[in-house]
């Protein structure tokens, strides 16, 4: 009997291009206002895959980061990450998500050593170089300013006044 893994690697390799062949979500619903819908995708068929056997993990390992999903708190963790197993000509879509507690830790940083957030954030995108990037913000807290409730009273115009330096 004959196993999949007892295929070469470049057949291997082919076969699982045919997986490669759905966009991630933040490319599907590239027009649409960003939300937490780009974080869970149900079909990962390639991740799956990978986790079967040692050989499929080899072979699919390039593949599993086309598409980058990071959170601003784990910036410091997948630099190296990158660097290391020469990633950088793989991802092909990077998308950044921060958690309201991500952004008061990096503020916190910001304030207390001078680490600011967007050096990191710059850092990741020059160190995976994606062809597409998605910035996706923490939700906002419910008991501030909504958008759509301002917008049909101001006809949705917002103003606010200019102070003048004379």
């Given at each position: 009997m004959a196993f999949l893994t007892d295929l070469p690697t470049e057949l291997l390799q082919h076969i699982i291009s045919f997986l490669e062949d759905s966009e991630p979500p933040s490319i599907q619903n590239l027009h649409e206002n960003p939300s937490e819908a780009l974080l869970n995708s149900p079909h990962h068929p390639i991740k799956d895959l990978s986790r079967t056997c040692h050989r499929l993990r080899q072979t699919t390992f390039p593949t599993l980061f086309t598409n980058l999903k990071v959170s601003l708190d784990a910036i410091d963790n997948i630099l190296p990450f990158i660097t290391q197993h020469s990633l950088r000509t793989k991802v092909s879509t990077l998308l950044l998500h921060a958690t309201?507690?991500?952004?008061?830790?990096?503020?916190?940083?910001?304030?207390?050593?001078?680490?600011?957030?967007?050096?990191?954030?710059?850092?990741?995108?020059?160190?995976?170089?994606?062809?597409?990037?998605?910035?996706?913000?923490?939700?906002?807290?419910?008991?501030?300013?909504?958008?759509?409730?301002?917008?049909?009273?101001?006809?949705?115009?917002?103003?606010?006044?200019?102070?003048?330096?004379?």
């Open positions: 309201t507690q991500a952004l008061e830790t990096a503020t916190a940083l910001s304030i207390s050593t001078d680490v600011r957030p967007w050096v990191r954030i710059l850092a990741l995108i020059e160190s995976a170089d994606p062809h597409a990037l998605t910035i996706l913000p923490p939700p906002p807290p419910s008991n501030t300013f909504s958008p759509t409730t301002s917008a049909s009273a101001t006809n949705g115009l917002s103003t606010s006044p200019i102070k003048s330096s004379t």
